[in-house]
């Protein structure tokens, strides 16, 4: 069974910088097509970041392109995310979330509905 489980989430300054993990149970990150979400009140929820395959590429929402950056431990089997510069905006719940094919083209990877496996969340407030 597969199971995701974030952690890292908090309270922090306009500016500062937080990291976000993803615990993965049930299946190998360093194969996965895994994402991290994020979804503010009253939003729709939004790609912001993850791997589409096994290759070591990796894709950005364009609200958050050059501040954060995501990794795969497969040592831990986790998928991080390290945000800097955040701002107010970035305020919101972020979830990982894991698509069951080994690939996703890319308008199946950007679309929240297509993954199969989601942690439970963990709130970012960014504070100005």
């Known amino acids: 069974q597969v199971q995701l489980v974030e952690s890292g989430g908090g309270l922090v300054q306009a500016g500062g910088s937080l990291r976000l993990s993803c615990a993965v149970s049930g299946r190998t990150v360093s194969s996965s097509v895994i994402s991290w979400f994020r979804q503010a009140p009253g939003k729709e929820r939004e790609f912001v970041a993850g791997?589409?395959?096994?290759?070591?590429?990796?894709y950005y929402g364009s609200s958050v392109k050059g501040r954060f950056t995501v990794s795969r431990d497969n040592a831990k089997n986790t998928v991080d995310l390290q945000m800097n510069s955040l701002k107010p905006e970035d305020t919101a719940v972020y979830y990982c979330?894991?698509?069951?094919?080994?690939?996703?083209?890319?308008?199946?990877?950007?679309?929240?509905?297509?993954?199969?496996?989601w942690g439970q969340g963990i709130q970012v407030t960014v504070s100005s």
């Open positions: 979330a894991l698509y069951a094919a080994r690939r996703a083209i890319i308008t199946v990877f950007y679309n929240a509905d297509s993954y199969d496996h």
């Open positions: 791997f589409r395959d096994s290759t070591s590429n990796t």
